[in-house]
């Protein structure tokens, strides 16, 4: 089972995003989830995590600016990104702990999507 995310494009500066992220096959239950960032020639960096309790955690470079709200009836989980920054350009990818429908539990990337803020 992957992860699909969607929701990325271009936009201005202090504007907002929602990006969503759902597996795109049946499981039995996300456990965390994350959505991370990448910029050209930067490695991967975590934005945001939230546990299966709804704890979360952000980088302070998002902190008050971006929320993860999950849906867990959807296993489904969003990022708001609220006065967005040039320097927020970047692939987002989500990230979950999941267990699938055979009990296995296992983890699963989407497959990026892009937001560039640009004026």
């Known amino acids: 089972v992957q992860l699909q995310a969607c929701g990325g494009g271009l936009v201005q500066p202090g504007w907002s995003v929602r990006l969503s992220c759902e597996p795109s096959g049946s499981i039995l239950r996300i456990n965390g989830m994350g959505w991370y960032r990448q910029s050209p020639g930067k490695q991967r960096e975590l934005v945001a995590t939230?546990?299966?309790?709804?704890?979360?955690n952000y980088a302070d470079s998002v902190r008050g600016r971006f929320t993860i709200p999950r849906d867990n009836a959807k296993n489904t989980v969003y990022l708001q990104m609220n006065s967005l920054k040039p320097e927020d350009t970047a692939v987002y990818y989500c990230n979950a702990d999941a267990v699938g429908v055979d009990w296995v539990p296992f983890n699963s990337w989407g497959q990026g999507t892009q937001v560039t803020v640009s004026s």
């Open positions: 939230i546990t299966s309790l709804g704890r979360t």
